[in-house]
């Protein structure tokens, strides 16, 4: 079985100042990772997703993440964030060869001028 | 719509009463999904259909959760006797392919409150 960590609930940071989400998971697996955005109201949207090739990968938004196997770690980071990233993001995990998504419990990022 | 569209937006229910929640795929997506979300917790899996067959409904809470997509396309899930630890957004995600790693497109969900 599969499980995902997000030890933050809620992360507050000002404009501009940079972020970092931590996500880390548990599996007997190699797994599929990936991040999950909620904006207000609005349904879950994929950020990103590592399947294989490089670690290090990256949203249209400015936003990337980093596989680690060895730390089981998946953070999400960004240089500089704006008003407009406040929202819930949820980490998730997938074993290779499965559909089906094990999510954490999700990290409220709120973003304030 | 372009999305997956869930109705209704919101549901109260009487204990006991039986609820029946509708989620509408994107157009052709094979794989759709069920997750309940209770209040400050991450989405947890309930059931997976690909196209009409249900391959996996090991998430269901228990034999009151009934799920069906009859026409591999517009799905719904139905609980009967609600009770108050029912009460939580349902999410229905579909997929354009059933490979591992194909992304899921999330509905905005039916809140369901049984009081």
């Known amino acids: 079985a599969q499980s995902v960590t997000q030890l933050d609930s809620q992360v507050p940071v000002f404009e501009e100042a940079p972020v970092e989400l931590r996500c880390n998971y548990s599996s007997s697996v190699s797994v599929y990772l990936f991040w999950y955005v909620q904006y207000p109201n609005q349904g879950l949207q994929l950020l990103l997703k590592y399947l294989s090739g490089s670690t290090l990968v990256e949203s249209i938004n400015g936003f990337e993440a980093e596989f680690n196997k060895s730390q089981t770690s998946f953070h999400l980071r960004k240089p500089s964030v704006h008003i407009s990233d406040t929202a819930e993001y949820f980490c998730?995990?997938?074993?290779?060869?499965?559909?089906?998504?094990?999510f954490g419990t999700g990290t409220r990022l709120l973003v304030s001028p | 719509g372009a999305g997956v569209s869930q109705s209704p937006r919101y549901k109260v229910a009487k204990r006991g009463q039986d609820v029946a929640l509708r989620c509408d795929p994107i157009?052709?997506?094979?794989?759709l999904f069920w997750y309940q979300q209770a209040l400050g917790q991450g989405p947890e899996f309930l059931t997976y259909f690909q196209n009409e067959a249900q391959l996996d409904k090991s998430g269901l809470p228990s034999d009151r959760f009934f799920a069906e997509r009859p026409e591999g396309s517009v799905s719904t899930l139905k609980i009967q006797r609600t009770q108050q630890e029912d009460s939580a957004v349902y999410l229905c995600?579909?997929?354009?392919?059933?490979?591992?790693?194909?992304?899921?497109?999330f509905g905005n969900g039916t809140r369901l409150t049984v009081t």
């Open positions: 157009s052709g997506h094979v794989s």
């Open positions: 998730a995990v997938t074993p290779q060869g499965f559909q089906k998504l094990v």
């Open positions: 995600a579909s997929s354009h392919d059933s490979s591992s790693g194909a992304p899921l497109h």
